[in-house]
């Protein structure tokens, strides 16, 4: 019998309503659900591979646990017995600081993902954080904590009403966008461009992006915070700042002018290698238009000055008086968020409140940089104990981070690890335990982190599509019992978990005078939660509590899971509103434009004005077709022109005597790989660009397609020493390479 269910993909942060084809337990076809409040039918091919994702049949389907060195099946019990007896002896003898976790990616596209991990962080009472952030958006998340207070706290650009955008190092029609979530982001640049306004892209490379814009700006790679500062200098020189309400929330503006008196169009210039009359129009432009919001992703992030690109991006969509206002940057305000707090002065947001152990590197939001998790396992210290046990969650840094080489070897010397994800992928195959959480059609969606970023207020929540094949453990349970392995629980009854987290939430809750729950009874409220499982109580308490919420009862009418559950296809909550000063959580209660850490980088930033490389530097790019290193074992994802070739522009082809499809040797500081050359126009001179997540040809592991076409990994390129002091963030463009042709 075929019959149709909706599904929220979790493939990318565009989140876009499915409408699932299903034959018996089997997903046969994906459209987009037109009737989606957000997505309105929109599905990209990846979206349109959902079942064959799903169905991959290398997907685990029972746990695997690793006797007389090799991983064999397992029963779920052996399986968490097996957790519980290989981590607690460890934390009894070494101590829980020699437990690490590594959170990858997908968590912010799971529930149990969204839910678990500061549960296993709290349980296990372990530092010793990685999480695909450092490799990605930390410089974004310091950048918001310092100027707002508030590390999660980013504004993302009114993309359905701005006038003007100006984009930076961001590819969303490959990548469908990031730190913005909005289903069609193609669509929603042609209908900016329908009703006049103007899109300028900065990139080195001509992407499908900037093809689309009316300016591209082919910027020298890891130079945007000095073209940023420029812009900024610009307008504060030629007094076209203008704050306008946004000045009474606001301080530091006199002391950011004289900070950035030496960045001039022309000091920049020549390390940007752009024209600086240029960048004096682009300035003119963004001032002049009616509303504009600036955005930058993985281009900005990914690099030396990743913080401060991040930082100055804000600072200009304030000094035109674009944050926080329709058509320009502004707050989401998610439907799970907490009730939002009184208005006035926080805690502000700290920095480096510890360090790593080998290099000292400072903490970020309770993060340690994901590059040096190698040398925290395989280097001792007079300092304490290297790691010697690790839990992986939906994350490969053998492929995602600096030096997979080294980390591989570093992984295999652990005395015990576990690895919940769904492949044997490079970095799972060194698991003791490998947990495997079932295929998306067996899980239920909600984002509870992405429409924390999402263009437009709405909120969705869809059930598993199918049930859970017999066997199967659902995420939530996998994690709930995880967390009881590891802290001394193992055999208690998992939904314990989900019922003291419950607590702890509404004792909270009822001590807080904003809450709608304030001054009631926690065991009152927490029996009237609604719900099918744990997982379910907990999005109908946070929805209740949050700011559309019913208050249990304060706002009759108010969301609840129940309400959510009766409108499938999702509820809109309205465009973005202004929210400020509600949101900043600085010390002072005021948007923080120069805060101490920036300032105090600067001077790193003014010695770049010298920089300039001596050879050729690398960047990434990303297939419409892919995601990061998880998507290449699904053959309809795969061919064509997602391939791990290196694009170089016919002028240093020709210098270098490199053909279209030759062999070409890249070495960077951390080693070297050997790639097909690809000669195009559609790169600027002097740069060269690898995607990432290849390099599927390690022994011992289970994507039996994608090993077929392993790609190379171009973080064997990096030795993990290049980071982004303010935030431990990898650098993972505008690296220095040298190319030998392979004869
Ligand atoms: N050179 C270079 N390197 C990069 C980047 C770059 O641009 N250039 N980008 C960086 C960025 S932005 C990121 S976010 C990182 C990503 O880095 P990671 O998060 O380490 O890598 P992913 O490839 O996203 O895959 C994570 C793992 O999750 C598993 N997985 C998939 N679905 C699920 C699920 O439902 N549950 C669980 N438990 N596991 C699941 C997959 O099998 C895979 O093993 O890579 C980074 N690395
Ligand atoms: N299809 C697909 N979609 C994805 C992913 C995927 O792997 N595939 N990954 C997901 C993830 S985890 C993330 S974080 C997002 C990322 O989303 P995006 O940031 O949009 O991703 P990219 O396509 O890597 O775009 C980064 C762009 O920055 C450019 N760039 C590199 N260095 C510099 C520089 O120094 N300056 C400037 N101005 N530009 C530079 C690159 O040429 C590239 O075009 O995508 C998400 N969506
Ligand atoms: S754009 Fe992203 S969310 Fe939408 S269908 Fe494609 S992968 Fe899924
Ligand atoms: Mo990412």
């Known amino acids: 019998m075929t019959r149709t269910a909706l599904r929220i993909c979790p493939l990318c942060e565009a989140t876009c309503g499915l409408t699932l084809t299903i034959e018996g337990a089997r997903v046969t076809g994906a459209r987009g659900d037109r009737d989606d409040v957000f997505s309105r039918g929109f599905l990209c091919p990846k979206g349109a591979s959902f079942g064959a994702l799903d169905a991959d049949p290398d997907r685990l389907r029972v746990p695997l646990v690793r006797r007389g060195g090799r991983l064999r099946e397992a029963s779920w019990e052996e399986a968490f017995a097996a957790v519980a007896d290989g981590v607690r002896p460890l934390i009894e003898r070494y101590g829980p600081q020699t437990v690490g976790v590594v959170l990858g990616n997908p968590n912010v596209h799971t529930v149990a993902g969204a839910l678990y991990p500061p549960l296993l962080l709290g349980a296990l009472g372990t530092r010793a954080v990685f999480t695909a952030s450092t490799l990605d958006q930390m410089p974004k998340h310091v950048s918001s904590g310092l100027l707002f207070g508030d590390a999660n706290a980013i504004p993302v ?52 992006t900037a093809r689309l814009a009316d300016r591209h700006l082919a910027i020298r790679p890891g130079t945007d915070a000095l073209l940023l500062a420029a812009v900024a200098h610009v307008l504060l020189a030629e007094d076209l700042a203008d704050l306008g309400p946004l000045a009474a929330h606001v301080q530091g503006l006199g002391e950011l002018r004289a900070e950035l008196a030496e960045f001039t169009p022309e000091a920049v210039a020549s390390a940007c290698d752009l024209d600086a009359a240029l960048i004096r129009t682009v300035a003119r432009e963004l001032a002049a238009a009616p509303t504009a919001a600036v955005y930058a992703r993985i281009g ?4 030396a000055h990743g913080t401060l690109a991040s930082w100055l991006v804000d600072v200009l969509n304030v000094l035109t008086g674009n944050l926080d206002r329709p058509g320009g940057a502004l707050f989401p305000l998610a439907a799970t968020a907490p009730a939002p707090r009184p208005a006035g002065p926080g805690h502000g947001f700290a920095l480096g409140r510890w360090r790593s152990r080998v290099s000292g590197h400072p903490e970020a939001k309770g993060e340690l940089p994901l590059a040096a998790l190698a040398e925290e396992i395989d280097t001792a210290t007079a ?142 409220l927490a029996a009237l939660l609604t719900g099918a499982d744990g997982p379910e109580r907990r999005l109908d308490l946070m929805l209740r509590l949050g700011p559309y919420g019913d208050g249990f009862g304060a706002r009759p009418g108010g969301l609840t899971l129940d309400r959510l559950l009766a409108h499938p296809h999702g509820i809109d909550l309205g465009p973005l509103r202004p929210r400020l000063p509600q949101p900043l959580k600085t ?120 090993a077929g076409d392993p790609g190379a990994n171009v973080n064997q390129l990096l030795d993990g020493r290049l980071l982004d002091p303010l935030s431990g963030n990898a650098v993972l463009n505008g690296v220095p390479v040298a190319l030998t042709p392979v004869r």
């Open 157 to 208: 650009p009114d993309l359905d009403r701005t006038d003007h955008l100006l984009v930076i190092g961001a590819n969303p029609l490959e990548s469908n966008g990031s730190l913005c979530t909005a289903p069609d982001f193609p669509g929603r640049l042609k209908a900016l461009k329908a009703r006049g306004g103007t899109l300028t892209v900065v990139d080195p490379r001509r992407t499908r």
């Open 300 to 303: 900005s992030c990914t690099v």
């Open 383 to 524: 300092e304490g104990e290297p790691l010697r046990a690790l839990i992986t969650v939906a994350a490969n840094p053998v492929l995602s981070a600096p030096d997979g080489d080294r980390l591989d070897k570093a992984l295999a010397s652990l005395d015990f690890m576990v690895s919940v994800d769904p492949y044997l992928g490079e970095t799972a195959r060194h698991a003791h335990v490998v947990l495997p959480p079932p295929p998306p059609a067996q899980s239920p969606h909600h984002d509870f982190a992405l429409n924390t970023l999402a263009v437009r207020n709405q909120v969705r929540y869809t059930r598993p599509a199918v049930p859970l094949e017999p066997g199967r453990m659902a995420e939530s349970e996998i994690m709930a019992r995880l967390i009881l392995a590891v802290s001394g629980g193992h055999g208690t009854d998992p939904a314990t978990v989900d019922a003291t987290a419950i607590r702890q939430t509404l004792d909270r809750a009822v001590r807080t005078p904003h809450s709608p729950a304030h001054g009631r009874d926690p065991g009152e």
């Open 587 to 706: 010390r002072s209660g005021a948007v923080e434009l120069l805060p101490g850490p920036i300032a105090a980088d600067l001077p790193r930033l003014r010695r770049a004005l010298a920089d300039r490389p001596a050879g050729l530097v690398l960047v990434g790019r990303r297939h419409l077709r892919s995601n990061n290193s998880w998507m290449h074992n699904v053959p309809a994802l795969t061919g064509g022109s997602n391939r791990c070739t290196l694009h170089l522009h016919p002028e240093d082809a020709a210098r270098l005597g490199l053909r279209d499809g030759a062999a070409v040797r890249v070495k960077g500081d951390g080693g070297e790989v050997t790639v097909p050359a690809e000669v195009t126009e559609d790169i600027r001179p002097g740069v060269v660009s690898l995607p990432h997540g290849w390099g599927h040809d390690r022994p011992g592991t289970r994507l039996g397609h994608a």
